[in-house]
């Protein structure tokens, strides 16, 4: 799935199921509560904690999660996320082209 085609599928779906959207702040903080689950999982699973009793390892639908309510956000706000995440990489490349090759701190093993 392209991203474009993302952005239009939850676009229909929240037409479809959700009536509307929440409102962009509200969408904020489901979106930050959404990366707090993910972060749950992520110490769970690569950290020092351990799951609890009845808690499941689904570190691909906690970021699916995300990837959502960071959709619904880029729908409502009028942001075309294909354009952003090209002029993301821009930026990056520009910026970063030489800075983590030439870091010995994260040298190849």
């Not at 229909?12 to 903080?29: H, Q």
């Not at 992520?42 to 570190?59: D, P, T, V």
């Not at 619904?72 to 009028?78: D, M």
Request: with cysteine.
């Amino acid at each position: 799935m392209e991203i474009r085609e993302l952005q239009e599928q939850v676009d229909a779906w929240i037409k479809s199921y959700g009536v509307r959207y929440f409102n962009e702040l509200t969408n904020m903080a489901i979106l930050t509560e959404e990366v707090g689950e993910l972060a749950r999982v992520m110490a769970r699973k690569y950290g020092e904690q351990s799951f609890k009793e009845g808690e499941k390892e689904n570190l691909a639908d906690e970021m699916a999660d995300v990837l959502w309510v960071l959709t619904c956000l880029a729908n409502q706000t009028g942001v075309d996320l294909t354009q952003a995440i090209e002029a993301n990489f821009a930026k990056k490349t520009g910026r970063d082209e030489k800075r983590h090759k030439n870091n010995p701190k994260i040298q190849a093993l």
